[in-house]
């Protein structure tokens, strides 16, 4: 199985921040990398699909980018509404595997 | 807009089934532009895919799950269905439903399923 490890597991950061989160594949995905925002009992919400396209509806201060292991997930200019759990997933094969999650909580 | 919406007990005694259904609106389970299947998460964890379906194809099963996993679809209802198999405590999660498209788009709610006596 591809194991996908996210960091950091926690990052606590203000209003306006720019904030990354980076996902690391343990053998080359592609770009087949999807990033999802996930909030206390709701279900995963996908934000990011095939590393870097803006799923319909997401706003632009979402960004992705990577290709092969290693991936990022940037919010620019963090908004209240984006303190939450972000989740990496890769699609390049079954299984399927998940990052463990970085929680983005205010500071 | 495809909707799903997991239903199901919410509590299992250890070594049964644990038995949900998902029931789709928006879409037909038998659509050739969809797969279904079942995503879950064990409390204060990260999210585990445990099978996906492709109506008219394959069943995909993570290798961990695999043995003790089946999902049944049933086109009259418009629902398709998780059984697992010998349930133990590490079973115990929320479990959604999902069209798992690789990326996914679209998610039931969830429905905590815990295994206890």
């Known amino acids: 199985d591809i194991q996908m490890t996210q960091s950091p597991s926690t990052l606590s950061a203000s209003v306006g921040d720019r904030v990354t989160i980076t996902c690391r594949a343990s053998?080359?995905?592609?770009?087949?990398l999807a990033w999802y925002q996930q909030k206390p009992g709701i279900a995963p919400k996908l934000l990011i699909y095939k590393s870097s396209r803006l799923e319909s509806g997401v706003p632009s201060r979402f960004s992705g980018s990577g290709s092969g292991t290693e991936f990022t997930l940037t919010i620019s200019g963090l908004q209240p509404d984006d303190f939450a759990t972000y989740h990496c997933?890769?699609?390049?094969?079954?299984?399927?595997?998940f990052g463990q999650g970085t929680k983005v909580d205010i500071k | 807009q495809v909707q799903l919406q997991e239903s199901g007990p919410g509590l299992v005694k250890p070594s049964e089934t644990l038995s949900l259904t998902c029931t789709v609106s928006?879409?037909?389970?038998?659509?050739?532009?969809?797969?279904w299947g079942w995503i879950r998460q064990a409390p204060g964890k990260g999210l585990e895919w445990i099978v996906s379906i492709y109506y008219r194809g394959n069943t995909y099963y993570n290798p961990s799950l695999k043995n003790r996993v089946t999902i049944p679809v049933d086109a009259s209802k418009n629902q398709f269905s998780l059984k697992l198999t010998s349930v133990t405590a590490a079973d115990t999660a929320i479990y959604y439903c999902?069209?798992?498209?690789?990326?996914?788009?679209?998610w039931g709610q969830g429905k905590l399923v815990t295994v206890s006596s």
């Open positions: 928006g879409a037909s389970v038998t659509s050739t532009s969809y797969y």
């Open positions: 999902a069209s798992p498209m690789g990326a996914i788009t679209y």
């Open positions: 053998q080359d995905i592609s770009d087949w």
């Open positions: 997933q890769h699609y390049s094969d079954y299984p399927w595997t």
